[in-house]
């Protein structure tokens, strides 16, 4: 049946070496099952219902590509837009997390139908290669100064003038102050957490110089 259904002698694999690299992709990715309800709580989300839509989406989605497409590859949401939801469009532009929500939604439909004109592939294949690395590194760097920050390894201070203050405050925290200076610093390394992450990093560029 599997045979007939997925091809595996014509793609040169086996039921085994497909669950073992099931089993693999899960374990790779099953981060975000705990990452992404961290992240869209600060934004006002309940945990337990992010979670569950998660795994759900994530897990419905992945079959279907299996089943309808017979493509092995995994599905769930991107730790980038989930930190651009939460950090620059929720709490950094003050949009509520409901209406931002409605946006994804609208954006989701949009994606789509260029997805069935094809109107997306001609999109992507005219953006420039150099912009198409840029944009990578720019994600790459954003999604690790949150993780720096939710870590512990790295602190950000706000600098405000009196007058600034004042206008955050009577704004609710929904304006950028016109004065202000952004302090990165070195986080506490005595920190059980901190000390955690840091070891982490180091085994894991361990495992990677081990081509693990």
């Known amino acids: 049946m599997l045979e007939k259904l997925f091809a595996l002698s014509e793609r040169n694999t086996t039921v085994k070496g497909e669950i073992i690299a099931g089993l693999t992709t899960f374990i790779t990715m099953a981060y975000?099952?705990?990452l992404a309800p961290n992240l869209l709580s600060i934004a006002g989300m309940d945990k337990d219902a992010v979670l569950i839509a998660t795994a759900l989406g994530g897990g419905i989605v992945t079959i279907a590509m299996g089943l309808l497409v017979n493509y092995p590859i995994c599905l769930a949401p991107g730790v980038?837009?989930?930190?651009?939801?939460?950090?620059?469009?929720?709490?950094?532009?003050?949009?509520?997390?409901?209406?931002?929500?409605?946006?994804?939604?609208?954006?989701?439909?949009?994606?789509?139908?260029?997805?069935?004109?094809?109107?997306?592939?001609?999109?992507?294949?005219?953006?420039?290669?150099?912009?198409?690395?840029a944009i990578t590194v720019g994600i790459g760097l954003f999604i690790t100064i949150i993780g720096l920050k939710l870590s512990g390894l790295m602190a950000i201070t706000l600098s405000l003038s009196p007058d600034s203050l004042a206008q955050v405050i009577a704004t609710k925290g929904h304006s950028t102050p016109g004065s202000s200076e952004t302090i990165l610093t070195?986080?506490?390394?005595?920190?059980?957490q901190v000390a955690l992450a840091l070891f982490g990093l180091v085994f894991t560029a361990l495992l990677m110089a081990r081509n693990v």
């Open 32 to 34: 975000i099952l705990f």
């Open 186 to 192: 070195l986080g506490n390394l005595m920190d059980p």
């Open 80 to 133: 980038g837009l989930l930190a651009f939801y939460t950090f620059t469009v929720v709490l950094g532009m003050g949009v509520a997390w409901q209406t931002a929500l409605g946006a994804v939604f609208i954006s989701g439909i949009v994606f789509l139908i260029l997805t069935l004109t094809t109107v997306r592939q001609h999109i992507v294949e005219g953006i420039p290669a150099s912009m198409k690395i």
